[in-house]
């Protein structure tokens, strides 16, 4: 690997980008990037302006040695990248709103990840990671591509079975996990470990260590005291307090979003009450953007402002950037990522794409074996598991018979009729997007 | 085997015995049965006086050689038996209406074997099960059980893992489509075949053929037809009009009970107005049966009436019987029944209970195999079975908590707050039989 | 499927041929053949003729309805075929002797199937098998290949896993033994059935059942009587009087063919010896084949010869033709014969060809579940599949450097450098066949 | 755990003893090992006497805060130990000497792990390490049994498939083979790494990793060159000049004892011409270990001698300790260790243990996962898989008939007849270790 790096941020004008940037900033010894290449698409041009002005402040404040490029030229910057890094969201947050709105009418959740509205989202965005694999391929074969674009577990499973790009899926709720573990404990984060089994946001934690050793059944004793002056120092698992006859039969704990799984009902009471209140998700971040443009403006502005830290992707920019930086390094550290099977779950398909603890280093992603599911949540695990393969098989042939049956899969859908209307309706309401399925 | 037959019959004084009784009768040349064991317990006793009567009238008409036993005394009717059929139900009609009833009351769907209410039937009817099975290990160990009491598959996947029991679980969903088929088709049955992947209640036809050759593009375009011509041939599979999208998709035949996986919304709807109305079906079943034993216990009657094919059990002596003579008789015929996988379905649980053809002899039933799943139900397969596989667990060690896990990773539950509810008054409902869940 | 059946035979100068002709004119009434196409190449024209004129002989004398093809277009008979039966030798005897001969000069077992002279055989006819099968996709797609093409296993492998033809492998050793075993029982032969596992030439019998009940034990005892007399009744397994312990140990019966991998000290020595005495089979098969065409071109004979049983084709006619009618009649009867494993094995490759029972009907052959492997044969099972799947790869590729590595995969080989100096022999000995390894 | 480790080490009398106390000794910093039981039994007194003084006079020269006992109270030495390490050898050099002669005679490979020898001596000790275990079990639940015992592959799936202690089993191959390769290439051995796929001393390498890039295809070139300079930089596998067929068909480095698989006949003529010489190598062995044992016992020697590291264990104690510390201090490093599969290999049996790369840290051992085996080793990992298995089991079970089936299903036996007459005068031999054989 050379060394001077080239970076190529794909979907630069993100209100997250100035993460990235101070986590490469703060890097600067052990990971020499040189070219840092913002990539955006002229819907984005303002955006991606302000964020270039601002990286170029902060780059200046830390005294970088880096050259930075703006463009709407993706393949002019993806050209013998050494890291391509994709965050962007087709169709930005109106599209979100889409993602939001729509389930709800039909009484199921709307969220851009899990569910019809992630559905919605993966069946948008596939089609544009597939462009940029094709870039990837012909243009910088031996980048690695780290994709932050949700829903990530979907989309890796279709960078990683439909096309030669080495690339690695990142999410930052196992670092969250890790790190409100050790906020709950009161230890250095470093000395906590765990388990992840499972997907992109169906993945379950059957073990936690502390120097090594087993302390969940110590950490479920804390979660059953329903202590709020414990429960403040979580932050991605603050809001999850289940009975304790859940945390028993579970024996595990699990990820933010499993309420959906497991707390559907109120999860939906909310969303609505969320949307005849203070919006949906994408209303609320919309305003949380625009006050964040008008900060990162600033020429006075030259380091991340604090207020990006409400956005919501704490840990964003460590998860990727110590990432890089451990395959860079051929670090030989754990980090828990999405990349195929193989086995690393037993029983699950060879191919599929988990979410697991892997060796990173150089050569790449290397699942660490977890043998095979806990039959309890096995049966979910499977059925998400095939509802996100039909997914991605349906965005890369853009079928509309196989979108239906992908979406009918989906556990939260148990009527045709529904999944058809509402289908449908997504169909209509991204002409652009979703038009040209047949 | 003896060339004379002793046949136990668990849970005679069903409506259903006189079935049975006749499918018997029919084959006496080839399945000499000379012992018939009429079993039941002592909430029974007046139902089984009059089915015995019944039966003896039926055999006298048919100048059967046969001794007719009618006993409470289980142990002394499995003892030497060359097959024992099950086809009780613990708690009977009231407990089913608890079984459809309470579901409702949660907005979900109310059914005897699928879904919350075949849960509820199958942890009370398990232990009774696993009594019969010691019975067997100890009296007759070289007998066949054939098993017709539902939810057949979880029953029959709790015998064939924790018992040694040599058994065969039947349903006649399979042969009554078969059947449909064959009128749909105006051909002769024996010109039928089809093929089924999947589980009791949840298995699927990827091939119909007639005379060998796949047809199922010509039964689905009949299908598509939507002609009430038609749709009056079929009975098993009568109301099962899906639209296109869903025939074009599924690019298979459904089960009935998939219409509860497929076509929630209406199912939930229509059972709902049941009950504001004509009742559920445990009501309904209730008024049939009372008049059915009316019958029954008319001195005139000697042949088994009419108005029992209104019942619903269409197919079952046949199932049954045909399937006993296939054994008996070692035919190498091929009948669809439940038993254990084996690899027959590649990417399913290898000791997992399944439906599917399988080669019967007098070495019991061996299946042909069916290689992988389809991928758009794969997902919805391994999650029912994942459900059975823990409910026959919980069933077994009478787990609190195992039953919660296990009810919670039902397709049909998404909110731990509303299964444990639901579990909680189906103990209530049910202390004689669920009482001791600890 | 039509009326009037065309078969195409290719290889047809085979002196094995008047057994299927036999065979065909038997079945007249179930299986209307109404062209029989006899194929083979330039250098068995003087064979064919003679075959020929026995053919239209014997067709002539059975008052049979049937046009008869000569040629050497092999296309022409070919197209619109209903049946293809492939029964060529690539390189005729010639050939088998060299397969016999060298690697007996490296002190390994010489033979036609098993071992490196099937290695070698397979190497020449699986170019020619190719051809045959584009042959048969372009102009008869739905044609059943029928072959007996010895080494019929991988072979079968060969066109299962790289054409789209539809074909079922046979091998006459599993109708033997099932002959055989009523023979030593003195019953009729269709209360007979056993179940095989494995891989053609390599498929041990773990049960065998008369009228449906394991007898396993009795015949053992049979076999450890070690008595003349009860060995005169078998045929196709006479010669394999194992030690009891052996049997203790192995609990299942044999196939001829593993007395090379447990007997390999004993079969090597009579090897040397018939090849320094007799000569080896090739050789005195020559010679049987010499005296059977001069009784095949007496005008006079219009029957199949006695003689021909001698040949060792006992049971080929029937096991073709009965698989034939088996499948044009959709009897739905278990026929032995080499086929897709798709978890009928459940710890073997999914896509490996195995020899298995299966029902056969106008589908095909659909294998019946065998589950695991006993564990004290799965490594020579894995150990010889393996190998003939890596030889297959070579003989598709026509890799000399997979061959190399295919050869030494083979139990027989434990030595890198005389696996070399073998395949070079090879080679230098076929260069029409092999020359073009690369 | 505790801050003072107690270590016992079974079969302390073995000369290769003071390299794992320098190994302890150079490690005292980060290893508090306070009390240090060495364990052997009567047949071994003497030895372990020297080897005891010579710990005493080691620990003190390293000023050494650390009890040593001596001791054949076994029992004793694993109450509360933390680690119990095993070397021991049963029967000594004389039973090893039988098991590198008797193959000889039957024409087949001697060795004391691979082949019939290393059944032989796997049927000796796995009895004694049941006791061990069974000690451990009731002793120190929670202590780590490091398992060096050969041969060890075998031995590790006794312990981890018959017990419930927790165990890695250890060989010095895989350290010694990338000591070899830093040394080939000239680089620090922390920069090498390499991938093992397979068992114990039947472990291949597909890839190695200078710095985390893969440089296999520099190595084999290196190989090729068949340098005498190169080659003496090589210890462990230093001996293995393949052809470059080999090297290109194999596209893998092999471990040292593949040359009783890939060239079994040079291998078969060595043993023949030492065994003829200088004498077997177990008596070869004597000869060196009387001279050690000599110098063991000079009072003035109080370091690890020179001399040692002629027999044959480099890299021992390192591969012990820094296993042991590296479950200490949780480091959570990459070690080649003897595990269970769990799907690491995905097409190899669940529970089989394994040769592989896995992470280690307090939990213990982890493997990586490897996916599918290489297609042309595949099938001999399977068949020697499958024999150890065999022997484990027959050893456990103390079955002659078990052990017969298992030493017949060695890649080595091709012929009953030998095998059995092995193996009876292989118990005759060791009437007092192989005499309960039933």
Same mark, same amino acid.
């Given at each position: ?33 040189? !070219? ?41 910057? %993806? ?46 965005? %596939? ?9 990837? !391929? ?130 939906? !009471? ?20 625009? !006050? ?34 451990? %395959? ?111």
């Amino acid at each position: 690997m050379k060394a001077g790096l080239k970076f190529a941020v794909i979907g630069a004008g993100s209100s997250y980008t100035p993460e990235l940037i101070e986590g490469i900033l703060q890097r600067q010894e052990s990971l020499p990037v040189r !070219e840092l290449w913002l990539v955006d698409i002229p819907a984005g041009a303002k955006k991606l302006e302000i964020i270039t002005g601002l990286t170029r402040r902060m780059a200046q404040a830390a005294g970088a040695n880096l050259e930075i490029h703006a463009t709407m030229d993706r393949p002019e910057a %993806i050209r013998d990248a050494d890291f391509v890094i994709t965050q962007f969201r087709v169709g930005g947050l109106d599209a979100r709103e889409k993602d939001e709105r729509i389930p709800l009418k039909y009484g199921i959740i709307g969220q851009e990840t899990t569910g019809p509205g992630g559905f919605c989202k993966a069946m948008r965005t %596939i089609p544009v990671l597939m462009e940029i694999c094709r870039d990837i !391929e012909a243009l910088s074969p031996n980048a690695w591509l780290i994709n932050f674009t949700n829903p990530s577990g979907i989309n890796t499973e279709a960078v990683l079975n439909y096309t030669k790009v080495r690339s690695i899926g990142l999410c930052n709720i196992p670092l969250c996990m890790k790190r409100d573990l050790a906020r709950l404990l009161d230890v250095d984060p470093k000395r906590i470990d765990a388990d992840f089994v499972g997907l992109n946001h169906m993945s379950f934690v059957p073990a936690v260590y502390l120097d090594g050793e087993d302390i969940l059944p110590r950490v479920l004793e804390l979660y059953r005291q329903d202590d709020p002056a414990l429960h403040e120092k979580l932050e991605a698992i603050s809001d999850i307090v289940w009975p304790d006859s859940f945390l028993d039969g579970m024996g595990m704990l699990t990820s933010p979003y499993h309420r959906y799984f497991y707390a559907n009902r109120m999860m939906l !009471e909310q969303e609505k009450a969320d949307l005849a209140g203070p919006g949906c998700r994408a209303m609320q971040v919309r305003k949380v953007e625009h !006050e964040l443009f008008e900060i990162y403006a600033d020429q006075a502005v030259h380091t991340k402002p604090k207020q990006l830290e409400q956005r919501g992707g704490a840990c964003y920019s460590e998860a990727a950037i110590s990432l890089i930086d451990a %395959i860079y390094n051929d670090r030989k550290e754990v980090h828990t990522v999405n990349l195929k099977n193989r086995g690393a779950i037993a029983d699950l398909d060879y191919d599929a794409v988990i979410e697991a603890n892997a060796l990173i280093g150089r050569r790449g992603a290397v699942p660490l074996t977890l043998g095979k599911m806990p039959r309890h949540v096995a049966g979910l695990i499977h059925a998400v598991k095939t509802y996100e393969q039909l997914t991605v098989q349906a965005a890369v042939e853009r079928s509309y018979e196989g979108a239906l049956m992908a979406l009918m899969s989906s556990p939260f859908l148990d009527d045709f009729a529904t999944a058809k209307a509402m289908l449908d309706e997504m169909i209509a309401a991204h002409p652009d997007y979703l038009g040209d399925l047949h």
